[in-house]
């Protein structure tokens, strides 16, 4: 079992530029959640996905959007980026009916 | 805002017991606690979770008060490569919740 699998794993864009991150579920789960974890503090939910609709969303303006396929990947994508927007990117996954989430390793995304 | 209240830092020796307390206070009755660790910016990591009965694995013991307002996490031997940042979370179990994350506690076990 791959658990969660998120690419690339580092990248740098330049400030208004747009980027797309992508994640692979762990192996029986068919939701999708992402986070923001800036340097140093606790990771910030942004949005959930299941049955390909966002069904949550945190508090992060409508530059961050997502998309979930019918296998269950998803992708985050970050439109005009911002210099605060460099952070590591986690996406978690987990099964809709009841379970604990399990974590990538993350994208470490920098913005300059 | 977090639903959890963890100490910021704590040390523990190689090979004894580490003991990271949690206080969840508001916890609603249908609300699980969960612990994950993060190793310097790498992915949290699953440690374990429990509703109000204390559960153990491989990895931990998990004790949780009887009034569950509570908890905290026993790594039963502590080796160097437990230094991490753990994290508690208060949360409901099916899909339709979203973990929040406060700022955890920094253990760093000592040789």
């Known amino acids: 079992d791959a658990g969660v699998t998120q690419s690339p794993t580092h990248l740098i864009k330049t400030r208004g530029q747009q980027v797309t991150l992508r994640c692979s579920p762990k192996s029986g789960h068919d939701t999708v959640s992402w986070y923001q974890q800036a340097l140093g503090q606790g990771p910030q939910f942004i949005f959930q996905?299941?049955?390909?609709?966002?069904?949550q969303r945190g508090n992060f303006p409508d530059r961050f959007s997502g998309h979930q396929f019918p296998n269950y990947s998803s992708e985050l994508n970050v439109n005009a980026l911002l210099l605060g927007d460099s952070a590591l990117y986690l996406c978690?996954?987990?099964?809709?009916?009841?379970?604990?989430?399990?974590f990538g390793q993350g994208t470490r995304l920098t913005v300059v | 805002d977090a639903k959890t209240t963890q100490p910021p830092s704590m040390d523990c020796a190689e090979g004894r017991a580490a003991n990271l307390p949690c206080n969840h206070s508001t916890i609603s009755g249908n609300e699980y606690v969960y612990w994950y660790r993060q190793i310097h910016s790498q992915g949290p990591q699953y440690i374990i979770h429990?509703?109000?009965n204390n559960e153990t694995n491989e990895m931990a013991s998990l004790i949780i008060t009887e009034d569950r307002k509570s908890s905290t996490l026993i790594l039963p031997h502590a080796t160097l490569r437990d230094t991490a940042v753990y994290y508690c979370i208060v949360s409901g179990h099916s899909g339709t919740y979203k973990y929040i994350f406060g700022t955890g506690t920094r253990l760093k076990v000592l040789a």
């Open positions: 996905y299941y049955e390909e609709e966002e069904r």
């Open positions: 978690a996954s987990s099964s809709w009916t009841g379970s604990e989430a399990f």
């Open positions: 429990g509703l109000k």
